[in-house]
């Protein structure tokens, strides 16, 4: 059934479809902590243009759908954090994608919780997903990211804990709404593409950067 219904999604007369997909750690432990923000930016997504996320595809929880015509795949892979790329990596390869077309979603300590940044390409930051992701594509680093803020660790505080710990009130609000904020931004790539996307959402963000790089997490 999913090779019958994902040829009208490669159709040559459709437009080139889009390959989201958001990094975490599966199960109820991991749910609502800060390294599993790229799964809770696919949920927001999926929740705003109504792609169920209800089968099991290439090791991921996945949705399919078309959004103002344009056919997208959204995946959470169910590999754990460190072998993002088990999934990633046959999913891009099963729909024949270029990496051009597959945006990956993860979290960044390096930016100011709720604050996003989109790009076309960059390196994997000390980050164990993305470092799986990468070597799956073969050390190809050309793929976009959804990077999502979520503040450094307090003081001496292990960075490990830090990112398996859930969000306080504050942060959880920050965090809210920048998943609607990117949500929107993930629905402009698809209707104007990534290069103008980024170019007017990241200079909105570097304002808002600038806001709260200096307020608690």
């Not at 040559?12 to 809770?40: C, M």
């Not at 170019?199 to 790089?213: P, S, V």
Request: glycine share 10%; aromatic share 10%; charged share 20%.
């Amino acid at each position: 059934m999913l090779s019958r219904l994902s040829r009208r999604y490669l159709c040559s007369a459709s437009p080139q479809p889009w390959l989201f997909v958001g990094l975490g750690n599966p199960g109820d432990k991991y749910e609502g902590t800060r390294h599993n923000i790229g799964f809770e930016m696919i949920d927001a997504f999926a929740k705003a243009v109504g792609i169920p996320m209800d089968t099991i595809h290439c090791k991921a929880v996945f949705g399919k759908g078309f959004v103002n015509g344009v056919p997208v795949f959204l995946a959470k892979p169910q590999t754990y954090m460190n072998l993002s790329g088990d999934s990633s990596g046959p999913l891009a390869a099963y729909y024949k994608l270029p990496l051009n077309r597959v945006v990956l979603f993860h979290d960044d300590m390096n930016l100011p919780c709720g604050v996003l940044r989109l790009h076309h390409k960059g390196g994997h930051g000390s980050h164990n997903g993305l470092k799986s992701v990468i070597q799956n594509f073969r050390g190809n680093t050309l793929f976009p990211r959804l990077r999502i803020g979520i503040g450094r660790p307090p003081g001496q505080m292990d960075p490990k804990a830090f990112l398996l710990q859930k969000f306080n009130a504050a942060a959880r609000a920050r965090i809210d709404a920048a998943l609607k904020e990117g949500a929107y931004a993930l629905e402009q790539v698809l209707s104007k593409g990534l290069t103008e996307t980024a170019r007017c959402f990241n200079t909105e963000q570097k304002y808002k950067h600038i806001r709260l790089q200096n307020m608690p997490t």
